[in-house]
């Protein structure tokens, strides 16, 4: 089994700058590809950001190309998704998600998921 926990929400302003925090516990290996999900009031849950352990190159929604960034931590099995210069159509709940290749994860069919954590930008 694997857990996943997300943290690092919160209110910034537009302009502004947060880092996520994705936490993957258990059988790992079992689940090799990691992503970031969003969902905003009222829309469907669209794909941020995507990325192997082995750091093959990461996935990105052409909405936060340039914008965001996502690494991952093999040491602390950490998955980190920095975002720079805040939208406030960027406001959404925000989720982790693992699962065993990258194409499935990008297309939403990772196996586990995180309860998410809520990012407010304000304009």
């Known amino acids: 089994q694997v857990q996943v926990a997300e943290s690092g929400g919160g209110l910034v302003q537009a302009g502004g700058t947060l880092r996520l925090s994705c936490v993957v516990s258990g059988r790992t290996s079992t689940s090799p590809a990691t992503g970031w999900f969003r969902q905003a009031p009222g829309k469907e849950r669209e794909f941020v950001a995507a990325?192997?352990?082995?750091?093959?190159?990461?996935e990105y929604a052409n909405s936060v190309k340039g914008r965001f960034t996502i690494t991952r931590d093999k040491d602390k099995n950490t998955v980190y998704l920095q975002l720079n210069s805040l939208k406030p159509e960027d406001t959404a709940v925000y989720y982790c998600?693992?699962?065993?290749?990258?194409?499935?994860?990008?297309?939403?069919?990772?196996?586990?998921w995180g309860q998410g954590t809520q990012v407010t930008v304000s304009s």
């Open positions: 990325v192997t352990w082995s750091g093959n190159m990461p």
């Open positions: 998600t693992a699962g065993l290749t990258l194409p499935l994860v990008v297309a939403g069919r990772g196996a586990y």
